[in-house]
């Protein structure tokens, strides 16, 4: 079997060609280090060869960065994803939050203004809370308490805020009570204008910011800005408690009274807790009589004589234990 010829020529093969070719070679070495040591020819040389082979090699390379910075975007949205979902749960959580704390500050507030309010009356009163709120043009204006029957809340007591006069209980529930507000069709409050003192008739109109004062006499001295306050007169609500302020003064329809519109003072469609009172400040008709305080009969003596001013009935008292004693002698 023949063996091929190997035709691979070698750099510096054997014979006197490739010994020559060896110190050519060696010689242009040499001269090209002495070259670049003296005149840095080779630098230049490998400037010019970097410029030309820089795009070629970053167009070689661009594949692998472009899927790198594809790989590194795409892991940095995500996180920045999850950053800003995370930043978004925590400033919903934070305005939760600080809602909460606003709301709490103004109940403590309101609180405070209903302590405020039974401490200057002086009246017994029971905090209650509005659990339930009924209103509208065509409808009574009414709330619902959270106290009933079984808290000792009964028909007819009044109720108040921290402003004003509320309404009074219209049906009580084991556990609930219904409110009548001032501004119902169907109510009406005893007034008295502070100013002047003069007594009137607040009625509400079916609206939560007006209350109707008709048949005030054409020479009444009304003006806007008069303040209202209960007069007190039925033994329903406590007197001088705030009701409302006039706001204008005109004629009514037939042109023979003035008619007057107030707003109530009270918060009537924003009261979340209220007071319901148990007793009135000033009790209706004169008071009872106090008892005659002194020493009792039987313990004076029963020859001691009766003052010109002492009551009948006590001399007589007297008269009668001296007989018994005469009698008692033998």
């Not at 905090?127 to 009574?140: C, E």
């Not at 039987?298 to 001296?322: F, H, I, M, Q, Y």
């Amino acid at each position: 079997m023949a063996i091929p010829a190997n035709n691979t020529a070698t750099l510096f093969g054997e014979g006197a060609s490739g010994t020559l070719r060896l110190v050519v070679y060696l010689v242009l070495a040499i001269a090209l280090m002495i070259a670049d040591r003296r005149g840095d020819w080779l630098e230049h040389l490998r400037t010019g060869a970097s410029i030309v082979t820089e795009p070629i090699w970053r167009l070689a390379a661009a594949p692998s960065e472009l899927a790198r910075d594809a790989r590194v975007a795409l892991a940095d949205r995500r996180a920045l994803s999850e950053q800003n979902a995370e930043l978004s749960r925590q400033l919903l959580l934070a305005q939760t939050r600080l809602r909460r704390v606003e709301a709490v500050q103004e109940q403590n507030q309101r609180l405070q203004e209903l302590l405020s309010v039974q401490k200057t009356l002086g009246l017994s009163v029971q905090l209650a809370r509005v659990i339930d709120v009924d209103f509208g043009p065509y409808r009574r204006h009414t709330i619902m308490l959270d106290l009933g029957s079984d808290n000792g809340i009964k028909v007819g007591q009044s109720v108040i805020d921290a402003r004003g006069l509320v309404g009074q209980i219209v049906e009580v529930r084991p556990h609930g009570c219904t409110v009548l507000l001032i501004s119902d069709k169907s109510h009406a409050v005893p007034v008295r204008i502070e100013r002047t003192g003069l007594r009137t008739i607040a009625r509400g109109n079916g609206t939560l910011d007006t209350l109707e004062l008709p048949n005030i006499p054409t020479s009444a001295d009304v003006k806007p800005g008069d303040k209202l306050v209960t007069s007190g007169l039925g033994g329903r609500f406590p007197a001088d408690f705030p009701v409302g302020v006039i706001r204008s003064v005109g004629n009514d329809a037939s042109g023979m009274f003035a008619a007057a519109k107030a707003t109530p003072d009270a918060a009537l469609d924003r009261s979340a807790e209220v007071l319901v009172l148990h007793e009135l400040a000033n009790p209706v008709g004169p008071p009872a009589p106090a008892e005659e305080v002194g020493p009792p009969v039987s313990l004076k003596g029963g020859d001691e004589p009766v003052a010109s001013g002492e009551p009948s009935a006590v001399s007589g008292e007297r008269a009668k234990d001296k007989a018994e004693k005469q009698e008692s002698q033998p």
